[in-house]
């Protein structure tokens, strides 16, 4: 099964979704190896690799070391085109749509074409839409776009529609990792019930508590990150959460 046709059967199926974000410069060696471990054990859906911005040129050696450790699917998270790799299993092949950037709309997807189809990756069409959570994210600064202000739930629902009728398979609502305030639920429902495709909703989200707040609301798959970076500990009840 596709990794696709995974998110659109757990949708259909009424089961919510569960990614860990590994940003490759924050995590590796030991910590890496206990986060992998513990997301076997707790029965997490995907792992997301990649980020805004990566100086450590560390991304091929974090995916041959999760992939060494299990086969939980690997979605690539890209930041630019620099992110491709053949080592990974899928590509969220994104667009900034809340921005007007011409470079994250369309110009490093040109750039990348070429490696993304020669990596014989699955490829993701992803609307990206970044929503204001509360203060500047590495995400906001890299890609010079203004974020959807948090209480503008028309917008997003518009930007969001909008990115569905382009043909874009996949909705990802993002607040920016480390945001101080995760997407508002009516914002997430308004979008809910605007699209009918796959709805991913992170940033700022650290408890159990805002997981289930976010899928009851309307998310399908759920991304977390930052907190598990100082507080791996949370990932259990994370999941328990998202899964009940
Ligand atoms: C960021 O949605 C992801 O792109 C995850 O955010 O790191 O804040 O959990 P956090």
């Known amino acids: 099964m596709s990794l696709l046709e995974k998110i659109l059967k757990a949708r259909r199926d009424g089961r919510k979704q569960l990614a860990i974000l590994i940003d490759p410069d924050e995590t590796d060696g030991p910590n890496l190896d206990r986060l992998v471990k513990m997301s076997v054990e707790a029965g997490v859906d995907f792992f997301f690799v990649g980020g805004s911005l ?3 040129d560390g991304l091929e050696a ?4 999760v992939r060494a450790q299990c086969d939980i699917p690997l979605i690539l998270f890209p930041g630019s085109a620099l992110q491709v790799s053949p080592l990974a299993d899928g590509l969220l092949f994104l667009s ?3 921005g007007r950037n011409p470079e994250l709309l369309i110009g490093q997807h040109v750039i990348a074409a070429p490696y993304v189809k020669k990596a014989g990756l699955e490829v993701l069409p992803t609307g990206y839409v970044l929503i ?5 994210t590495t995400v906001s600064y890299m890609s010079q776009t203004a974020p959807i202000p948090a209480d503008k739930a028309e917008i997003a629902a518009t930007t969001a529609l909008a990115g569905e009728l382009l043909g874009l398979k996949l909705i990802y609502m993002d607040a920016g990792s480390g945001a ?9 429902t308004a979008v809910r019930e605007t699209i009918s495709v796959p709805l991913i909703v992170g940033g700022g989200i650290r408890t159990p508590e805002q997981a289930v707040m ?4 309307g998310a399908d798959l759920i991304v977390v990150g930052n907190v598990l970076e100082k507080e791996p500990g949370v990932l259990r009840g994370l999941v328990k959460a998202i899964k009940k």
């Open 54 to 56: 990566l100086v450590k």
């Open 62 to 65: 974090c995916l041959q070391a």
């Open 96 to 98: 900034l749509i809340s």
């Open 132 to 136: 204001d959570g509360g203060r500047p």
């Open 180 to 188: 101080m305030q995760a997407i508002l639920p009516q914002m997430i």
């Open 214 to 217: 976010a899928v009851k609301a």
